[in-house]
């Protein structure tokens, strides 16, 4: 096995980093106060190619493989303080522009694809509703054969980027006989179309950079051609936007990691206390060590389903074990690493309390701990 990057991924994650830390990080800590998400920082990220990432480059993408992908995306997460922004992008990069990219017409690639990947459009994904979160299927957002084409009525929720979004991928049930194979279709669809709407802005206790609202649809009509993939086709558009959401995003998780590993480390150098640095403890220095563990092993899970996700038949449990693995052991790092702070930790301005905050959301969203350890269970026949 070869756990090598090649000079071509060296020198993305090395630019990567660069440019996060030179050009993401300054008023970090007063976006987050004031839950601003920066359209500005948005357009510089797409002039060195990170919201294109994994779109094909005849459609003005980077045409990244997943492993790659994987290593850019780890990048930003180290190099990047902003955790909010950092997850915007992921949630359009990977939920969004992946799917278009595997699952649409060569009309709707020309259409929507470039301006995804050139900062001028923002893309969501929309599945989660009021009533179904985790169960996810019992979704009642409905679309209905009319005039030649599709009328689109429900709310969906907790969706990231709703209120700055100008494209979304929406799901809706098209045959109500039928189960979530068969029975959900999945649509593109513009902020402009009359009668699709952003709702409620969510204020949360973490990656508030990010913006996270709900998406009404009253009477919303589409043509036939708004259909991503095909009709009834809706659950393998949603696996691909899964298997790809849960290995990659994962991976800025794993910088995010490193970054607040190494800031206690540093602290726990620096900080004396009884006449030594704290690190000399070995109450402090084996929490470090665990969060050193924990991130090697969290890169590993991540790079083996990135690997998985363009050369076996299925990446999903691969996705899922590095899913649950690396989001709980962000947040356990994040934890630890305020606790290394002592008080210093608990207060705004050194940056552990927000991502320990940013954090708690990674066990919860694209599928809670639990529906993880229960696809894995699945696979493992029980
Ligand atoms: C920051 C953030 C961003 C998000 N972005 C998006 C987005 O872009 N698009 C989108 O569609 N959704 C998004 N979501 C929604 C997210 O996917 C859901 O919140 C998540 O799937 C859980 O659903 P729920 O909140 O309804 O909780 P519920 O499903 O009600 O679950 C509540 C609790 O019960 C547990 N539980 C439920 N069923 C089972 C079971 N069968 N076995 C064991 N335990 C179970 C859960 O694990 C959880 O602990 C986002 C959520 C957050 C927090």
Redesign the pocket.
């Known amino acids: 096995m070869d756990f090598g990057l090649s000079e071509e991924q060296r020198l993305l994650r090395d630019n990567i980093v660069r440019f996060a830390r030179g050009v993401l990080n300054e008023g970090t800590i007063e976006r987050d106060r004031d839950q601003v998400f920066s359209r500005d920082l948005w357009r510089r990220c797409a002039e060195i190619g990170i919201p294109g990432l994994p779109a094909p480059a005849d459609y003005g993408g980077s045409g990244q493989d997943a492993v790659s992908c994987a290593i850019a995306l780890e990048a930003l997460g180290y190099g990047c303080s902003d955790g909010g922004l950092t997850f915007s992008l992921c ?1 359009h990069m990977l ?1 969004c522009v992946v799917p278009l990219s595997r699952h649409a017409s060569e009309e709707q690639k020309r259409h929507y694809l470039p301006g995804l990947c050139d900062g001028s459009f923002i893309g ?5 509703e009021p009533g ?4 996810t299927f019992s979704m009642r957002t409905r679309a209905v054969r009319a005039g030649g084409g599709w009328v689109l009525s429900g709310t ?1 929720t ?4 709703a209120p700055v979004a100008d494209v979304a991928v929406v799901f809706a049930v098209t045959d109500a006989s039928k189960g979530f194979q068969g029975g959900v279709t999945a649509f593109v669809i513009d902020r402009e179309t009359p009668g699709f709407r952003a709702g409620q802005k969510f204020e ?1 206790m973490g ?1 508030r950079t990010s913006p ?1 609202g709900e998406l009404t649809l009253q009477d919303v009509f589409l043509p036939d051609a708004a259909v991503l993939g095909r009709v009834g086709g809706g659950s393998a558009v949603f696996a691909t936007a899964m298997d790809w959401e849960r290995s990659l995003l994962v991976a800025a998780h794993v910088g995010a990691m490193e970054r607040v590993m190494e800031k206690t480390i540093e602290y726990a150098r620096l900080r004396r206390q009884f006449g030594q640095p704290i690190g000399k403890f070995q109450a402090v220095a084996h929490k470090i060590a665990d969060m050193k563990v924990q991130l090697d092993a969290a890169r590993l899970l991540t790079w083996r389903a990135a690997w998985r996700l363009e050369h076996a038949r299925s990446a999903s449990l691969e996705a899922s074990i590095a899913k649950l693995y690396a989001s709980e052991a962000l947040l356990k790092t994040a934890l630890d690493a305020v606790q290394v702070h002592g008080g210093y930790g608990y207060m705004v301005e050194y940056e552990v309390e927000r991502a320990l905050r940013d954090a708690v ?1 990674s066990t ?8 993880q350890r ?1 696809i894995i269970a699945r696979w493992l026949g029980l």
Do not use: R, W
């Open positions: 949630a939920a969501a994904h929309a599945i989660t179904s979160g985790s169960d969906k907790f969706i990231s980027n949360k990656l996270v959301g919860i969203y694209s599928g809670t701990s639990e529906m229960n």
